[in-house]
């Protein structure tokens, strides 16, 4: 039987997972589903997903347009390579999801807006220029942009799956709403609309004035396990992140670091986080809040991890 009948008969919806600039952590959340890959996998046909098995560009190209049910894509836009593949997925599939921090906000690699693009890539490179390293060559390389972007900031995106990663139950959970035509109107981020803080085990324990005379690091201090971060002076960025989670990284005795991204009512991730930890802080002239906020030694970087491309600063102004 020849693969296109087979393709014919096989009435399943089809999918396709790819990822762009991104460490492939979205992808292994799928097979965190363990023994239930099987189960939810055998639901839906794979057209195209390198991560699984060598398919080829020219497969999804051969497919007709609008053909596939849905596209996950995860990963941030750094090349142009990633912007065709975008536009192609797009192209393919009738639904588009933003699977996972870095296609949603830009993730921990949209940091590299702080500075450009040109100006990291030049400082890995001993004169400047990409090199093969078996012939010296300069190599056919896709171009480099001059900032990170997320998805949708390069095509139409239906539908966000937040995360750093996403968890396999999620993935499930927005799968099957995709299949049953229940994921809800365009833009609809797929995880609960209410702060982390709602399904953290330690929230009874966090006072109405969280007041706090300094900001504390990590190797500083010895975390109790039961007290709320914020109160111990640990920066938790779990009141203005969405949850989702299951609150897993408070649960592992660390603070939220708030790969989810905000809830629907915040126009800024970072702005939303420095308003929660100012309101943490107990200081009130400028010499008590400069001590309190000495702990924080990267703001960018810890308040914008996950989200400077998608921000309103979207990264460094020339």
Request: proline share 7%; with cysteine.
């Amino acid at each position: 039987m020849s693969a296109n009948v087979r393709l014919i008969m096989d009435s399943r919806p089809a999918i396709a997972i790819h990822w762009l600039g991104s460490c492939g952590g979205c992808e292994e959340t799928i097979l965190d589903l363990a023994e239930e890959l099987p189960r939810v996998m055998d639901r839906v046909r794979i057209a195209f997903c390198p991560m699984l098995t060598d398919f080829k560009v020219a497969d999804l190209d051969g497919q007709p347009d609008g053909s596939l049910l849905a596209a996950f894509i995860s990963g941030c836009v750094i090349t142009d390579e990633h912007a065709e593949m975008a536009a192609l997925l797009r192209r393919k599939s009738r639904i588009v999801v933003a699977f996972g921090a870095c296609a949603h906000l830009g993730g921990v690699p949209g940091l590299a807006n702080q500075f450009g693009l040109r100006r990291v890539t030049d400082a890995v490179r001993a004169d400047g220029k990409r090199r093969d390293v078996r012939t010296g060559s300069e190599p056919e390389l896709p171009s480099i942009a001059q900032s990170v972007r997320t998805l949708d900031q390069v095509i139409p995106v239906d539908h966000c799956l937040p995360g750093c990663p996403p968890t396999a139950a999620m993935f499930e959970t927005a799968l099957t709403a995709i299949i049953n035509a229940a994921a809800g109107p365009m833009g609809k981020v797929l995880a609960p609309d209410v702060a982390v803080c709602d399904e953290c085990p330690r929230k009874d324990t966090r006072r109405a004035e969280t007041t706090v005379a300094e900001i504390r690091r990590i190797p500083w201090v010895e975390i109790d396990p039961d007290l709320c971060l914020l109160n111990q002076g640990i920066l938790c960025l779990g009141p203005g992140t969405r949850s989702g989670c299951g609150a897993a990284c408070i649960r592992a005795n660390m603070p939220c670091t708030g790969c989810f991204g905000p809830t629907s009512g915040a126009r800024d991730h970072g702005g939303k986080l420095i308003s929660a930890a100012a309101a943490a802080i107990a200081g009130e002239d400028a010499d008590a809040i400069r001590k309190a906020f000495a702990g924080l030694a990267d703001p960018v970087g810890s308040l914008y991890r996950y989200s400077l491309p998608a921000s309103l600063l979207r990264g460094r102004r020339s």
